[in-house]
């Protein structure tokens, strides 16, 4: 919307990085335990991490730098590491970078004009100096089920303190105690948060951890696994933000499988609590806005910014009003 310099978000599947790619602004999630997670709500606690979303790579590097730091009085999640000015090194050459493209990025489901965009973008980096190296991530397609039980599963303990009594809203009129809980939980959530909330126990109930969420996490394990098997042939990974570019409010009908099928690129990399970041690059559909999704390895935001920075300095969609908004 253009109404202010930069703002914060807090990203757990993706919640900075398609939001920006959706609206043609730069977003980043930085790696978990960089920057304090006091004072959000917690939904899934070993996912949730606040980052910045601005116009520019430049901008999200100021925020940044002003976020990121310890914070154990508050924080239990937060990393014991100093400051660091994520701006020195923005203008770095590229010359030799390695950027690893996983196939598994660009198969079947990904829109033509999606990967029309990433490919251009690519193609710039190779002009500044990058290396383009084939990889795999080989888990991929299993981060959405992974994800969609040890997210719901946290956030079933998580906003059991939401109840009317300790935190949320209150119900008006009630019967007793129980019934102010039922009433204060029905009114107070929405749908999707209910349906988050009932898998979630579901998962951890007697008879069904074992079978869902011990498994979810050791294929979690996993696929954090298979990105440390990937950066031994390159220093960062590139690919596309979402399938496809925004959809039009309803036009899934109201099915949340196909919301969460939209989360298939950016889900990876945070079961794996790595930095990553959206850069604007180009349009498709309807004048959308395409976003390039960029991911590093542990504590390596400046790597991720230095990119983006460079990439908006060979390019200007970062600064273009999306004709389809």
Known sequence: ARLAPGATGTDTGGSIRQPSAFCGVTGIKPTYGRASRHGMIAFASSLDQAGAIARSAEDCALLLSAMCGPDPDRDSTSLDLPPED???SLND??????IGVPREFFGEGLSADVRAAVDAALKEYQKLGAKLVDISLPR???????????????????LSRFDGVRYGHRAKEYAD?????????????GDEVKRRIMIGTYV???GYYDAYYLQAQKIRRMIADD??????SCDLIAGPVAPTVAWKLGAHGGDPLADYLADIFTLPASLAGLPCMSVPAGFGEGGMPVGLQLICNHLQEARLLNAAHRLQQATDFHLRQPEGI
């Open 177 to 189: 105690l129980q019934d102010l809980y039922q009433k204060s939980r029905a009114q107070g959530f």
């Open 86 to 88: 994520f701006t020195r």
């Open 140 to 158: 991929t397609e299993l981060a959405i089920p992974v994800y969609y039980i040890i997210a719901p599963a946290e956030a079933s303990s998580n």
């Open 93 to 98: 050459a590229l010359n030799g970078l390695r």
């Open 204 to 206: 951890l109930s007697h």
């Open 227 to 232: 990105f440390q098997q990937a950066f031994k």
